[in-house]
């Protein structure tokens, strides 16, 4: 399979807790966004990676959120202290360079996550 | 800044009958725009995109969307409706690199046998 991985697919956490979730793009895919969708929304833009540099992050992303992208290749969205507001899917996607005509975003399936 | 704004919630069809789902935009630079569509349980499928080529911008699944810079739109239509077009239909405007991809709240189609 070669489209946009995530992991894991659903997670439920007690609120307090820390979770963290992968994202492998597709190969050589230089761009990298978390997105956040709740129920009956659209997605919410939450930050982008150019390679291993994060360029922009959303008034959304808390203070308890943080994203890595080591190497440029598989990323990492954490949530500290979970709060019940944080219940939603988070999806990934990947992308090229803009530069050409490649600027569609990949989706993967996302990770449900429930905080209970 | 970009952003997107889906002009109906939801638009129910019949069977066989067109579909139109109204898109308006707003951005600071020359736009690239897009329509995914999300079935239940899946993930976002790319129906179409426009980056500044032709207006008319034919997708999958017999879906096509015009480009129009003077009324700021960007309309999905199809001539005919299929049941398996029920789904979620979201518009999204980014900048002509692909940066700062801004999602609309999503249009639900329901189409009735």
């Known amino acids: 399979d070669t489209g946009v991985s995530q992991d894991p697919r659903h997670k439920i956490t007690k609120r307090g807790q820390n979770v963290t979730f992968r994202c492998d793009p597709i190969?050589?895919?230089?761009?990298l966004y978390w997105y956040r969708q709740t129920l009956g929304q659209g997605p919410e833009f939450l930050t982008y990676f150019q390679n291993e540099a994060q360029l922009e992050k959303s008034r959304l992303l808390s203070d308890r959120f943080s994203a890595e992208r080591p190497k440029g290749s598989f990323s990492t969205l954490e949530i500290q202290r979970t709060e019940q507001g944080d219940s939603a899917m988070y999806l990934c996607?990947?992308?090229?360079?803009?530069?050409?005509?490649?600027?569609?975003?990949?989706f993967g399936q996302g990770t449900r996550l429930t905080v209970v | 800044a970009q952003s997107v704004t889906q002009l109906d919630s939801h638009v129910s069809v019949s069977e066989g009958t067109p579909v139109l789902l109204r898109c308006n935009y707003s951005s600071s630079y020359s736009p690239s725009l897009f329509w995914y569509v999300q079935h239940p349980n899946k993930g976002l499928q790319l129906l179409l995109k426009?980056?500044?080529?032709?207006?008319l911008v034919k997708g999958i699944n017999g879906f096509e969307a015009e480009f129009k810079k003077s009324e700021t739109s960007f309309h999905l239509t199809k001539p005919s409706a299929h049941m398996s077009d029920a789904a979620e239909y979201f518009c999204v405007v980014s900048d002509w690199r692909g940066n700062d991809m801004r999602f609309g709240a999503g249009t639900r189609l329901t189409v009735k046998p």
């Open positions: 190969s050589e895919h230089n761009r």
């Open positions: 996607a990947s992308s090229l360079d803009g530069r050409g005509v490649n600027t569609e975003a990949f």
């Open positions: 426009y980056t500044s080529a032709a207006t």
